[in-house]
């Protein structure tokens, strides 16, 4: 085991697939930084909508995610000479791209404009929305919009730290430690700032939340 | 089959099972198309467009590799800068006592010029004490040796100003100041020829802060020049060492006088104020603004 693999397992403390993932990731980065530009493709195709789906999550707008979902993958791919493996390209990956969306929001506090991808309805979605109404067809799917509406401006109504901590947790399902590490905070901030955040979301969308 | 009410609340569930619904938001395989291609043309864009020059000088490695010599680096800069100031200060700091005359010796004659000027110069005390001479001022023959024999007294009563006087005296003679050391100097500075033999005097001030030149026309009334502060003493050395330079190789005036203008500029103490400002100090940290 070289000193950058060591590395990656000390950095990676969630499980072993991910510590798997960022092996095979590093060997892709070690080629385009041989000059091999094509194989920068199999890490935007692996990673494209883990990145998307974060940042939509944090700024509501699906034009404004993909801007930043490109401008991250785009900066990764600059910088990717100065990535030396010292955490995952995953890790690094994924705080570009939250620097980039805190950026923006940051940018843009004053303006805020939604605009939602569709709801794909799997067996566990599916069984959530009809726990919360009994509709049908056209009814349900207004209903379904009304409470994508009212759970953005709910996660809107974080800050920006603690909107990151549920959209990383909750949403992407990483660990407190690799968010921890991606957030450059302690596991204890990260846990305090969920537990924040869970109660405040729970009093604005009191309607739908037990 | 039960069926439920028509107005019943309904269920709710927990916040993690709503935001699962969050999960499910997903844009459509069309979006990926056209995602793929926004991506592709901004990164040809990005290979083709030029980075600026400090990209490629890999600052934060840099200082990486330069943080364990942080603290000695840190300490150097500080005795540095230490000394600078102290250095720069020492002649303003002087207290009236018997090595006043020495500081005006150490400060007033040092440009060569002013070893010209100074024949005949002789430094005194203005109040009782007694008279020191410095060999650097004097001149070899003719001032020194006669100084050196007179009393105190016998010497203040040749000098009419040196004398000891009343309060209101001095009053009335440091009011009319006729003219500032700084012309002098630089009147002395810009033609080192004879012309300005002043026979000047050079005597502290009662109060032993500042020093004041003498100066004396022959047949006229002495000429009594205003207190000069350690920074035109320092601004009037640098610009007659280079006046000097210049008039040896008879160089236009104008091209002297930007010089003079620049040096002038560069020497002003404000600007030192500030620049010693941009200098921090935290922790193992020494911080520069620019």
Redesign the interface.
Known sequence: MNATTKTIAKTLVASPERQQEAGSDWMIVQRVQAGDVAAFDQLILKYRERVYAMVYNMTANREDAADLTQDAFIKAFQSINRFQGQSSFFTWLYRIAINSALTHLRRNKLRSFFSFDKVHEDAKVAEVINQLTDKKDVDREVFVNELQEKLNEAMLKLSIPHRTVVTLFEIDGLSHEEIAEIMNCSVGTVRSRLHYAKQLLQGELQSYVR | MTT?PEHSE???????????????????PE??TR?EQ??RA??LA??IEK?PWWISL?LP?AGRMLACFQVPVGAAAVLALSFVVVREYRPAASVPGDDTSVEVAATVPMAPVHEQVARGVAVTTAKSAPLVVSSRVMSEADAAAPAASMSTGELMAMIPWAAPRSDSQSEAETSPVIGELTQVQFASAVNPGADHDFGGRVELDPVGVSAAVLVSDEGNAPVRVSPVSPREVRRNRILSTLVVADNSSEAEPTRMAQVREVIASSLDEDRLYDSVRRIGMGGDRLTLKF
């Open positions: 439920l309904p269920n709710k569930v927990t916040i993690e099972q709503l935001l699962r619904l969050k999960r499910a938001e997903r844009p459509s979006f990926w995602f926004d991506l901004k990164q990005a290979i980075r890999r490695q």
